[in-house]
């Protein structure tokens, strides 16, 4: 027999409706003020930038329609950004490629970033840039600074395709013909380096990277490694899409290199430009004493001495060489720049514009580099897409303080599905004067080269222990 709530439980039972009823209520009003400062917010915009919501005065209003991520592996894996808008045929092409992250980037341009870009207008690049860096709370780090580097890209891309301008002359114009370019020339021995980088001379090239690989390691950064078993199970761990180990000694490294330069100074002579990665694998007190040993042979840089988390070990290399040093390629925000910078204690800023935030702040990076008279010298590798190789070269032809570009040449199977990108010509790279960056993606080439997961080597010293690679 169901017993009758006494006056207490019928009150509290109304109370808890009546709570319910309450909490439902804000509920749907707490969404509704959400939906409202959400219109606010873009109203507020518009308000105060005085234009339709940031749109080029006579320009119809723009907005975001969708954002399209292309993850593709024509030679390489590579992430493209496609942002696509209201205008029918205006997009921006973005390159978002994390080198053995890819997927993490993509996932979060899908998952968390082209949410909040539906609807916004691309011409307000560096509100878009302050929100998606500043918005999430969480900043900076390389998967989200890649994720913002691509759409930026995008965003500057649809801005120069509206101003009908290629992107150099949008971002201020030429202060320079062209932007002195630099290669790699990788051996198994000092002959074969001098023998690539002379084929690099005769292409054209006034500056080369030399790398050799050091007898007793197996496989040195970049270089091709003496075709060993371990080359070859190199290979079988890359198809299993693991990451291969090689073994790192700094002590025979320090004793070939400065011996490598000597070798190409008296074989090549004084005119070529001679630049050197060091990939981050040194102590400070090694970086000092390499950087001195090289004094001899003038290189045009000395590169990643150090790893990014010692940039104050910077100073005891300044000491003790006055060999140019370059630095950045692993910094992903701004502010990672200004202390080495500031103190002049690096003579070549190397960020990476896909892996700091893109043009936005590249152009930041290289204004406040100006104020300290560093050069610009933006990472360049095969494993960037094109079309942050054009934003490099972009922004390298519109800035005072350019200093030199790191290039590769893609191979065709790339250029089937990114068409664009800068072009080298008698050691200085250029780009076209097609509207904004000048690259383009083909989907459909794209979808034929699904992703293959694949890592960059790691390294390990002889005792087990980790080691940079
Ligand atoms: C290198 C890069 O070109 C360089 O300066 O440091 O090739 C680097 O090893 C790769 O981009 C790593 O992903
Ligand atoms: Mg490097």
Known sequence: ????????????????????????LSDSLLSRKRVVRALLAKDMLAENTGSSAGSSPGLPPLKITDVRVIVTCPDRNYVL?????????????????????????????EQHISPLLVDRDPEQIEDTWQYLYRGPYWRGGPVQMTALAGIDLALWDIKGKRANMPLYQLLG??????????????GRDFAEVEDV???????????????VAIPGLEGTYGTPGNKTPEAAAWRVANLAGLPQTEVFEPASYLRVVPRL???????????????????????????????????????????????PEYKESFRLIREHSTTPLAMGELFNSLWDCVPLIKEQLIDYIR???????????????????????????????????????????????????????????????????????????????????????????????????????????????????????
């Open 197 to 211: 980088a002379r084929r690099a001379m005769k292409r054209g090239f006034k500056c080369v990277r030399a790398q």
């Open 351 to 469: 960020c990476d514009l896909g892996h700091i935030g893109g043009i936005t702040a590249g152009r930041k990076v290289a204004a406040l580099a100006e104020l300290f008279q560093v050069r610009t010298a933006w990472h360049g590798p095969g494993d960037i897409g094109p079309p942050t190789h054009a934003a490099n070269v972009h922004v390298d032809l519109s800035i005072p303080n350019f200093g030199i570009q790191e290039m590769v040449f893609f191979p065709d199977v790339t250029r089937e599905v990114i068409s664009g990108g800068p072009e080298f010509k008698d050691g200085y790279m250029n780009v076209s004067d097609l509207p904004g960056l000048g690259c383009d993606v083909n989907e459909e080439a794209a979808k034929k080269c699904p992703y293959r997961r694949a890592y960059l080597p790691t390294a390990r010293r002889k005792d087990g222990s980790v080691q940079d690679w």
């Open 1 to 24: 027999m169901h017993k009758p709530l006494s006056k207490a439980s019928q009150l509290g039972r109304r109370g808890f409706l009546g709570l319910a009823g309450v909490a439902a």
């Open 173 to 186: 114009g030429r202060t320079r013909t062209g932007a002195l370019a630099y290669t790699h020339a990788s």
């Open 261 to 307: 330069f000597e070798y190409l100074r008296a074989k090549l002579g004084p005119e070529v430009e001679l630049l050197h990665d060091c990939h981050e694998r040194l102590d400070p007190i090694q970086a000092a004493r390499l950087a001195h040993e090289l004094e001899p042979y003038h290189l045009f840089f000395l590169e990643d001495c150090l790893r």
């Open 81 to 109: 950004v496609k942002v696509l808008t209201s205008e029918p045929g205006l997009y921006g092409v973005g390159d978002a490629t994390l080198n053995g992250r890819e997927l993490a980037v993509a996932a979060d341009l």
